[in-house]
């Protein structure tokens, strides 16, 4: 059963620093896309940022280009986000989540329960 | 970036009722359109894939229909697990955009 696990989430301080991590199981996990998405309260869903199985391929919105770092290290099946300069406005709950593979596909097939990062 | 709209953003219907969610985009995503539902204290759901696949999994209930800008999700015969919100998203461009979702009720 895949299962996918986050944290690292809490309170910062505009301007701190978070990294969140993401434990999968259940699957091959350096074989697969990964992905970050967040729910912004009160303005839905956006997709954080995409890595590829090897790490060799990574994609960032806009929003948090610069910013923000997606890596992960497969030897633990462990995703992680390392947030920068926060802002106010990243404040969300953060998932991670699978791709619907195989290959890429772009849609998240599984999802973790999510992490929730206040910025204040 | 391809704007996302769905409609209505809430509806409230009761158990064995059959209800349908439209999504439209601001310009033609194909095929590439999903589906989710997201529960409080539970983790999101895929429902269906490239508009009209059905996730391993999840009831025959479910279903998807539409290409280009127009999309629809239809559940029948609605269970008590199925109050939720439920999510549109195109794939169709690099990393993809969501509706804002429809929160279905119980009536």
């Known amino acids: 059963e895949v299962q996918l696990a986050e944290s690292g989430g809490g309170l910062v301080q505009p301007e701190g620093s978070l990294r969140l991590s993401c434990i999968a199981s259940?699957?091959?996990?350096g074989d697969w896309w990964m992905h970050w998405v967040r729910l912004l309260p009160g303005k839905g869903l956006e997709?954080?940022?995409?890595?590829?199985?090897?790490?060799?391929?990574?994609t960032y919105a806009d929003s948090v280009k610069g910013r923000f770092t997606v890596s992960r290290d497969n030897a633990r099946s462990t995703l992680f986000l390392q947030m920068h300069s926060l802002r106010v406005d990243d404040t969300a709950v953060y998932f991670c989540?699978?791709?619907?593979?195989?290959?890429?596909?772009?849609?998240?097939?599984?999802w973790g329960l999510g992490t929730l990062v206040t910025v204040s | 970036d391809i704007q996302m709209t769905q409609s209505p953003s809430s509806l409230a219907a009761s158990v064995g009722d059959s209800v349908t969610i439209t999504c439209r985009a601001s310009r033609s995503v194909n095929k590439f359109l999903n589906w989710y539902q997201f529960k409080v204290g539970k983790a999101p759901k895929l429902l269906i894939y490239e508009a009209a696949s059905l996730q391993s999994g999840v009831p025959p209930r479910f279903s998807g229909s539409g290409s280009g800008t127009h999309f629809i999700l239809t559940i029948t015969n609605l269970q008590p697990e199925d109050f939720a919100t439920y999510y549109c998203h195109q794939s169709y461009t690099t990393l993809g955009t969501f509706g804002l979702g429809t929160r279905l009720e119980i009536k």
């Open positions: 989540a699978r791709d619907g593979g195989p290959g890429f596909q772009g849609y998240a097939a599984y």
């Open positions: 259940g699957f091959n996990f």
């Open positions: 997709w954080v940022a995409r890595i590829i199985g090897d790490g060799s391929s990574i």
